[in-house]
């Protein structure tokens, strides 16, 4: 009896928080629409940056047949998933990027002082409609990719296709919230280490077989974005030497967002509120 | 005379403002590197999987390509882009307006003024990947390394004419963060940072040359490597002076618009 | 039990110290050194519900510094606060939901929102029940005339607008307690008196409690009976407004205006021995304790000997007291060493 009061509790107070968090979102939604030039301006630049990014794999595969045996369209595929995961990042939690922001100037100071978690105020502080465009031409690519590869893509695999991709789009949020969370410990008036942090993911565009173990170390442990997209792509393309691996990524999704949040939580407490 | 000396103060006080953002400066740059790193493993693999030569280019060749393209990217960067597009959106060109100078060349002046320590820093960053990835081409001789600090200057002029010209716009547009990355991505493509242009296919080379984005990146890269001849490395250093001077014009001709339109809303 | 109850609250800040120029950024870069600064030190104190307290002090005295560990904003580095019974760091959340903040510098309505919109958002944050939702907004807009502006963003408001916005918001979920953080800074004598308005009716109607930052002495007068003033990161006074005028504030002055000079002051200084009596022309004024003479026996002293045309009292100025605690000049702390007193006995 006490544990089912318990649940519907839980039950109860997460609805509310996505409830919140889509209302905020909305609300931010509707105040970035109003400058209708812009909104078309940054899905369309989104679009041109995947598009270039596309050519350049593209015209590098005219000239060689694979990548240490990674065929053109898988690399696409890793190369969708960085966008697709991009895409969600800023359409629906481009709040994390204020936050560096928000801490130097003090603006944060307000949302400590509503019933309301922090992560969810900052996570829907912003919208970037950019992610709108890498959304739609990830998920283009990665269609085209996977009707051009011979895997048969069952029900099953399909949906693992979508647990993978929502997978890879969490440990991404999860990045940016931790590295984020740095704002808490290094102040600056804009995002340099999040902005920092995020320059890893370049290294997550190709097979990670092409690097050396330094680096492998890197994006696989420290700072997971080898689990955005190569994990992945290895798991849905049958690849005998990583494709178990791409298993976990459910499980490092998890565990990212548990650090993330933890992190911001060890960052809070030494919150100081200076305000420039 | 004192007409220059103002202007020099401005690149000075642009040159003090990087400083006092090292840290981000910094971060920005070492940021950057993993790029480059990417870039140099990608064409690693690559050039192991088909030795000898790709596209005419052997892999020493092709590190000292991606790193002079690295170099040049770095060079009025950081500031002047960010610089540039603040002042328009805070409206403190109202001020700049009542100062009795040029817009366009004080602009300048703050947009060069970090180049000599952006140059440096990209030196010493970009050795340190040559050394990591065992050396990389030198230019043939003096005068080849001579001709290529030339057209690399004039390569930060085409870039600052884009730049301007690009900026412009925020005086019709609230956010200016789509036109820079959207801009940034062509120019990265057309102007032969991320692949060589010969790497292309026809029609695509085509489109290249008829845009200024080559100018900044490619035609220096490949003078640095001694791959034209004598007289197509005096059309292509041509080429680059029409664009860059075009540019700069194009750009005084969209600020009259702007100054227009900042007349009407009131700064 | 008290409503706020605060025992040897103290925060201190890690503040990096760095010699300047570009040796001194290398040097900080490798080892960093920091200096303790002491915000908040050991403060005591406790507000009962229904309070209104003025907490006042310089800038840097530690105001700011008190007021977000109140709510939670900040973790106190020692001593123990407890806010209607929760520690409010600890219980975040459950504690926004009693309280309502208003920091005059800094908006809590969303930039590029409509002001409503903004509301709106709060309800559903605050989860306040519809049929009291209503009628607070009806009630709030009206006395506070928000509907103008109330379709407005937040970011083409005016400044004493979006205060007026700013204080509907914090009270639209009935919190039991108020911060108010310089509430009226940077406005009109019109806002400010339709804002204080507003805040007393709360006090009065709602026993809402109410802690107030400022520096404007009005704010003070129209809203807060109680004062709390801080220095250095301590309390130096605690008790009532007008137990603070009785004790330190006794002297009035009255001035009376004359018809002609008076033509000699003899008379009237030996009536009045006590006072301090200045003239200026036509006027002379009288410096008089007020516990040992009544405002009638002065004039019954002066009457006699001038026309008078007129007469005035003047109060001293709550800010004329304040100031003289910061300066120093007063002291208003009890326990604090008098001198002539035997110091360490």
């Not at chain 3, 001194?24 to 080892?31: M, P, T, V």
Request: charged residues 15%.
């Amino acid at each position: 009896m006490a544990a089912n009061v318990a649940i519907a509790g839980r039950l109860r107070s997460v609805r509310r928080l996505v409830f919140l968090y889509l209302r905020c979102l909305g609300q931010q939604m509707k105040a970035i629409l109003a400058y209708e030039a812009d909104f078309v301006v940054l899905l369309f630049s989104a679009v041109i940056v995947q598009f270039t990014g596309f050519l350049f794999i593209w015209t590098i595969f005219q000239r060689i047949p694979n990548i240490n045996g990674w065929t053109f369209w898988q690399v696409v595929m890793m190369y969708a998933l960085i966008f697709v995961t991009e895409g969600v990042g800023s359409l629906f939690f481009e709040g994390t990027w204020r936050l560096t922001n928000l801490v130097y100037t003090g603006q944060f100071d307000q949302m400590l002082v509503r019933p309301v978690s922090p992560i969810v105020q900052v996570l829907a502080s912003a919208v970037g409609f950019n992610g709108l465009g890498n959304l739609v031409t990830g998920f283009v690519l990665i269609g085209i990719s996977i009707t051009n590869v011979p895997v048969a893509w069952t029900p099953g695999r399909l949906l693992m296709l979508a647990i993978l991709i929502a997978s890879a789009a969490t440990i991404r949020v999860a990045i940016n919230l931790a590295s984020a969370a740095s704002a808490f410990w290094v102040s600056s008036p804009w995002s340099m280490v999040p902005m920092f942090v995020h320059q890893l993911s370049e290294f997550a565009k190709y097979p990670i077989t092409i690097y050396s173990f330094a680096v492998q170390a890197l994006i696989v442990v420290a700072v997971p974005f080898a689990f955005v997209s190569f994990f992945p792509t290895a798991y849905l393309f049958n690849n005998e030497a990583w494709s178990a691996i791409g298993l976990l990524t459910p499980l490092v999704a998890v565990y990212s967002l548990l650090v993330a949040v933890w992190i911001f939580n060890a960052g809070l407490r030494r919150y100081e509120s200076t305000g420039h | 005379m004192s007409g220059l000396r103002k202007y020099s103060a401005i690149a000075r006080t642009s040159l003090e403002i990087t400083f006092l953002y090292r840290t981000s400066f910094a971060l920005n740059m070492i940021g950057s590197i993993f790029y480059v790193f990417a870039m140099f493993y990608l064409w690693q693999t690559i050039f192991l999987g088909s030795p000898g030569a790709l596209g005419g280019f052997t892999w020493p060749e092709m590190k000292a390509y991606l790193l002079v393209a690295f170099l040049l990217n770095a060079l009025m960067t950081w500031f002047a882009e960010w610089n540039m597009s603040v002042d328009l959106r805070e409206g403190r060109v109202a001020t700049d307006l009542a100062r009795p100078m040029d817009f366009q060349a004080s602009r300048f002046a703050s947009a060069v003024g970090p180049v000599p320590f952006e140059f440096c820093s990209a030196v010493a960053v970009g050795a340190v990947v040559a050394l990591m990835f065992g050396g990389i081409a030198l230019p043939a001789d003096g005068a080849h390394a001579a001709v290529f600090l030339v057209s690399a200057a004039m390569a930060t002029l085409i870039k600052f004419g884009l730049v301007y010209c690009v900026s412009m716009t925020a005086f019709w547009t609230t956010g200016t963060d789509g036109i820079t990355v959207g801009r940034a991505a062509v120019q990265n493509l057309f102007s032969g940072a991320l692949i060589p242009l010969i790497f292309f296919p026809d029609w695509l080379r085509a489109v290249a040359a008829v845009l200024p984005f080559q100018g900044m990146v490619s035609t220096p890269a490949l003078i640095y490597l001694g791959k034209m001849d004598t007289p197509t490395t005096a059309l292509m250093l041509g080429v680059q002076a029409l664009w860059a001077v075009g540019l700069i014009l194009l750009g005084r001709l969209a600020w009259r618009g702007a100054q227009r339109a900042v007349t009407i809303n009131g700064g | 039990m008290p409503l706020i109850e605060a025992r040897g609250l103290t925060k201190k800040f890690r503040q990096a110290v760095k010699e300047p120029g570009l040796v001194g950024s290398l040097k900080h870069f490798f080892s960093r050194q920091y200096r303790d600064k002491i915000a908040v030190d050991h403060i005591d104190f406790s507000v009962e519900a229904g309070e209104s307290v003025a907490y006042l002090g310089p800038n840097g005295a530690g105001k700011s510094t008190t007021i977000k560990m109140l709510t939670g904003i900040l973790v106190p580095t020692s001593g123990s606060l407890v806010v209607d019974g929760l520690v409010p760091h600890e219980k975040r959340q459950q504690n926004a939901r009693k309280i309502g903040v208003v920091f005059g510098q800094r908006t809590q309505l969303w930039w590029d929102i409509p002001v409503i919109e903004s509301f709106n958002l709060a309800r559903d944050m605050y989860e306040i029940p519809a049929a009291r939702y209503r009628d607070n907004l009806a009630q709030f807009t009206e006395i506070l005339g928000l509907a103008e502006f109330m379709n407005l963003p937040a970011a083409k408001i005016s400044l004493g607008q979006r205060m007026r916005a700013d204080l509907c918001m914090a009270l639209l979920h009935d919190p039991r307690i108020l911060y108010l953080d310089e509430p009226t800074i940077g406005l009109d004598i019109a806002v400010k008196d339709s804002i204080r308005g507003f805040i007393r009716s709360r006090i009065e109607e709602r026993g809402t409690t109410v802690i107030l930052t400022t520096h404007d002495l009005g704010d003070i007068e129209d809203i807060c009976k109680r004062i709390v003033i801080i220095d250095n990161g301590k309390i130096i006074h605690d008790g009532d407004l007008a137990k603070l005028k009785d004790t330190y504030a006794r002297d009035r002055v009255i001035h009376f205006q004359l018809a002609r000079p008076p033509e000699s002051m003899g008379p009237i200084g030996a009536g009045l021995p006590a006072c301090e009596i200045t003239t200026d022309g036509l006027r002379l004024s009288v410096r008089f304790d007020r516990f040992k003479l009544a405002a009638g026996e002065i004039a019954a002293a002066v009457m006699p000997h001038v026309e008078v045309v007129d007469f005035r009292i003047d109060e001293p100025e709550v800010e004329d007291l304040i100031r003289k605690v910061y300066l120093g000049q007063l002291s208003l702390s009890p326990d604090a060493p008098q001198t002539g007193v035997l110091a360490g006995a």
